[in-house]
Nanobody, 115 residues
Framework: QVQLVESGGGLVQPGGSLRLSCATS????????MGWYRQAPGKQRELVAH???????NYNDAVKGRFTISRDNAKNTVYLQMNSLKPEDTAVYYC?????????WGQGTQVTVSS
């Protein structure tokens, strides 16, 4: 059974940085495209970025140039480096495969950008 556990969130001031991690179990990670998603209060969950098993990444226009998705296949872990954070980046961040699979949603990690 695949489990995805997100970590690394927190409270940061505008312009600050955070690095999120998503540890996975199960053999699916090595062959799956992985994605980071976020859900802000009162809004629908949206895709932030995704990355192929070979490391090719794509980004939501709202985060392009500020966020970097990466993965370590040996550690079954996917990362999201977030720089130049803005208040509108405040959300719960989740990882999942891309496209997402409903059974794989975890608890997420809260990111709050506020002064």
């Amino acid at each position: 059974q695949v489990q995805l556990v997100e970590s690394g969130g927190g409270l940061v001031q505008p312009g600050g940085s955070l690095r999120l991690s998503c540890a996975t179990s199960g053999s699916i990670f090595k062959i799956a495209r992985m994605g980071w998603y976020r859900q802000a209060p009162g809004k629908q969950r949206e895709l932030v970025a995704h990355i192929t098993s070979g490391g090719v990444a794509n980004y939501n226009d709202a985060v392009k140039g500020r966020f970097t998705i990466s993965r370590d296949n040996a550690k079954n872990t996917v990362y999201l480096q977030m720089n130049s954070l803005k208040p509108e980046d405040t959300a719960v961040y989740y990882c999942n495969t891309f496209p997402q699979r409903p059974a794989f949603w975890g608890q997420g990690t809260q990111v709050t950008v506020s002064s």
